[in-house]
């Protein structure tokens, strides 16, 4: 811990790779919910007057789904983005730590002013990071929304399976899937959010 | 680190950096030489990325910084040229010579603003000012894409890897006894050089050139008598072997 405090820049670079890692698991989930919603469609159409409050149910996990698939792939479009800002803001950081070294063996005015430069480089760098980051972060609490309106979701369905017959078990299925993949990305969501945040505090 | 003058003449001046004191003991010390002519100046083998603060500051006390106008690689290895990734944000306006066979490679260092200029494998010249300088070919000796760099007015021949040896970081400069220096570049030549039809085409090229001083990447720097007692050992050397 003691030395991403002396280098977050290394930090950053963890952090990005930890994010897109949990990024499979929630593109996954989601994929599956979608994949859910249709084959519960179907069981509902075969259940006929009995599940049509679940049918309509299907819809909307099949929306919230698909969103969500939309929001994972378009973060995922920016994780290379944030891995290009990541190894500028490390290449940065290294150029005026070696600068600051070469200062010390030889306090040359033309050595300053490259480390003038590169210091200001790496504010650049730093706040170009942080905007990314911070765009990162809207998106997993986009997400996280997405899911509250799926536990509800699987709350409403379970109560419209109980009353689908013969079909009752299959649909509670899908209801008790709703809300454990929905579980699941929330947690996937949550480890991103702690890592931003300790992110955050290791750049302050 | 060391800095010491090799060359004086007329258009130009040969300078050698080298025993850091600075650096980790487990980095393998390493010779850098910067050439001076009236208006530019090349560093040859700048180094691995954790002696560029040391090397910054050496070049510094010789020349301006945007008089750094060329870089040369012999080859790929992270001793040599690790540190692209700084110099490519110190002098960006700089081309980089190295052999075309390890563009995709030392790439890798971080180029985003140095021009990469790759040297074909016959080798070529290179005009710095009023001074002309050959890359010649030192393939499979050790790296299979591999140059020295040869300066016919100064008689000096940066010959890479080939004349190493692995020393301590204080050790002097240049060679003083030739057979007591040998042992300390034996396993370095058996264990790294793959090649013996390599070394017998290299050592019968350089032969025909005029060479005052045999300036190596590692180790020792070579004057007059012993850069001849070094080619005689080196053909007599049986290279390319694990166990010596």
Redesign the interface.
């Known amino acids: 811990m003691d030395s991403i405090r002396k280098h977050p820049e290394i930090k950053c670079f963890v952090t990005v790779a930890t994010i897109v890692a949990q990024l499979e698991v929630i593109l996954t989930e989601a994929k599956s919910l979608s994949l859910t919603s249709k084959n519960a469609r179907v069981v509902a159409i075969r259940a006929g007057e009995a599940a049509l409050g679940f049918k309509s149910i299907t819809n909307f996990i099949n929306e919230f789904s698909g969103r969500t698939i939309q929001t994972t792939e378009h973060i995922n479009l920016h994780a290379s983005q944030l891995f290009k800002l990541a190894l500028h803001h490390l ?2 950081s ?2 005026e730590q ?2 600051a ?2 200062l010390t ?2 306090d ?1 005015p ?2 300053k002013k ?1 480390y003038s430069v ?1 210091a200001s ?1 790496v504010k650049d760098a730093m706040v170009a990071l942080k905007h990314e980051l911070q765009n990162l972060q809207w998106q997993f609490e986009e997400i996280e929304q997405q899911m509250r309106a799926a536990e509800y979701i699987a709350v409403t369905s379970r109560v419209e399976a109980s009353q689908a017959g013969e079909f009752c078990a299959s649909l509670e299925s899908v209801s008790d899937y709703i809300s454990s993949a929905a579980m699941r990305i929330k947690g996937a969501i949550e480890t991103n959010l702690n890592t931003l945040d300790e992110l955050e505090r290791v750049f302050k | 680190m060391k800095s010491t003058d090799l060359y004086q003449g007329k258009h130009h001046k040969w300078i050698v950096f080298g025993r850091d004191q ?1 650096k980790s003991e487990k980095i393998i010390d390493t010779n850098q030489y910067m050439i001076v002519t009236n208006q530019q100046t090349m560093l040859l083998d700048p180094g691995g ?1 954790e002696l ?3 090397m ?3 070049i ?2 010789h020349t ?2 945007d008089k750094v106008t060329t870089l040369f690689a012999s080859h790929q290895d992270p001793d040599i040229i690790s540190s692209l ?2 110099w490519d ?2 002098i960006p306006k700089a081309k980089l010579y190295a052999p075309w066979l390890w563009e995709g490679f030392i790439r890798h260092f ?1 180029m985003d603003n140095i021009e990469y200029k790759s040297i074909p494998d016959e080798g070529q010249e290179l005009r710095l000012d009023s001074v002309t300088f050959r890359f010649i070919p030192a393939h499979f000796l050790h790296s299979s894409g591999n140059f020295h760099v040869y300066d016919p007015e100064a008689k000096i021949l940066m010959s890479g890897d080939i004349g190493a040896a692995l020393e301590e970081p204080d050790a002097p400069m240049f060679v003083e006894d030739f057979a007591r220096h040998a042992d300390k570049m034996r396993y370095f030549h058996q264990r790294w050089m793959p090649s013996n039809s390599a070394k017998k085409n290299w050592i019968a090229r350089v032969r025909e050139l005029e060479i005052d001083m045999m300036a190596p990447q590692h180790g020792r720097i070579f004057k007059g008598e012993a850069v001849q007692e070094f080619l005689e050992w080196f053909d007599n050397l049986e290279v390319g072997i694990v166990n010596s």
């Open positions: 290449r940065a290294q150029l070696h600068l070294k070469s063996i030889l040359h033309e050595s490259l590169a480089h | 600075g990325i560029f603060s040391a910054l500051a050496g510094l006390s301006e910084l990734g700084l944000k110190t971080g």
